[in-house]
């Protein structure tokens, strides 16, 4: 397996996408934040784009289409808002299929005191820090600093620990400008990636698997398809990634997913 490593563009490596794809089915997974829509001030205002919209309704006509988003599930399904995908939030602790399929998974049921706990705790200390706030995602929690000082972020770090320090069974992972509180499970999206190609039937070999995501948490999930799917960076730095392409940013995720789609369309 290659180690992680900078990569090339996809639009520069068009033939060799279209020669992976050629005869296959496509099941393409997508985060949401820094993927979809650019990263911004307060979660709530990161709306979808009308372009991304069109590219993502264009490709779930031609393949299996999966939002993987650290967001709470309703709240992901709610701001894409298309009935014919799949969702995992929470970082794939809880799963949905479209529209009135059964499909469905919820991980983690034991750690909801903890983590309700544990989001009392970090409410009470971590507004100290001017800037930040909690999220209470119940599967999961959120501690935003995206508008906190640079200098200030240090001694927020040290109030969730101090917070943590009674619930063993929760770990802090790190995002782009979040902290997020999970349970201790091995459980993340790389895993809910795998969970889905299997319940799906698409994890042999005439399924080609692709995921997009911009942050650390998504790396889970370009390392488990290594090997055997495709990942794409959304990210405009040279950062070691174990994805196999990077794109500058998220306006060239529905230029790419749109030459996906037409290579799809002409493989029929």
């Known amino acids: 397996?290659?180690?992680?490593?900078?990569?090339?563009?996809?639009?520069?490596?068009?033939?060799?996408?279209?020669?992976?794809?050629?005869g296959r089915r496509l099941a393409a997974f997508l985060d949401y934040d820094g993927t979809l829509t650019p990263i911004v001030a307060r979660p709530e205002l990161a709306l979808l784009p009308a372009e991304s919209r069109r590219a993502l309704t264009r490709l779930a006509s031609v393949a299996t289409v999966a939002i993987v988003s650290g967001r709470a599930l309703e709240d992901v399904r709610s701001l894409v808002g298309l009935d014919g995908l799949y969702y995992a939030g929470n970082h794939g602790l809880e799963i949905r299929g479209p529209g009135d399929t059964t499909l469905s998974y919820e991980g983690g049921d034991e750690f909801l005191p903890a983590l309700k706990e544990a989001a009392s705790r970090l409410a009470a200390t971590v507004p100290a820090v001017a800037g930040s706030w909690v999220e209470d995602k119940t599967r999961s929690l959120s501690v935003h600093y995206r508008?906190?000082?640079?200098?200030?972020?240090?001694?927020?770090?040290?109030?969730?620990?101090?917070?943590?320090?009674?619930?063993?069974?929760?770990?802090?992972?790190?995002?782009?400008?979040?902290?997020?509180?999970?349970?201790?499970?091995?459980?993340?999206?790389?895993?809910?990636?795998?969970?889905?190609?299997?319940?799906?039937?698409?994890?042999?070999?005439?399924?080609?698997?692709?995921?997009?995501?911009?942050?650390?948490?998504?790396?889970?999930?370009?390392?488990?398809?290594?090997?055997?799917?495709?990942?794409?960076?959304?990210?405009?730095?040279?950062?070691?990634?174990?994805?196999?392409?990077?794109l500058r940013d998220t306006s060239e995720v529905p230029r790419l997913l749109e030459m996906l789609t037409n290579a799809m369309e002409v493989g029929r």
């Open 147 to 246: 508008q906190v000082a640079d200098e200030d972020v240090s001694a927020l770090e040290s109030a969730v620990d101090a917070a943590l320090r009674d619930f063993p069974i929760l770990r802090k992972h790190h995002g782009k400008r979040v902290f997020e509180v999970r349970p201790r499970i091995d459980w993340d999206k790389g895993r809910a990636v795998l969970w889905l190609l299997e319940v799906l039937g698409l994890s042999g070999p005439e399924t080609l698997p692709l995921f997009f995501g911009d942050d650390v948490t998504d790396e889970d999930a370009f390392r488990a398809l290594a090997g055997r799917g495709l990942g794409v960076r959304v990210a405009d730095d040279a950062q070691p990634t174990w994805a196999d392409y990077t």
């Open 1 to 22: 397996m290659d180690e992680p490593r900078a990569r090339p563009s996809p639009f520069d490596r068009s033939e060799e996408i279209g020669a992976r794809l050629a």
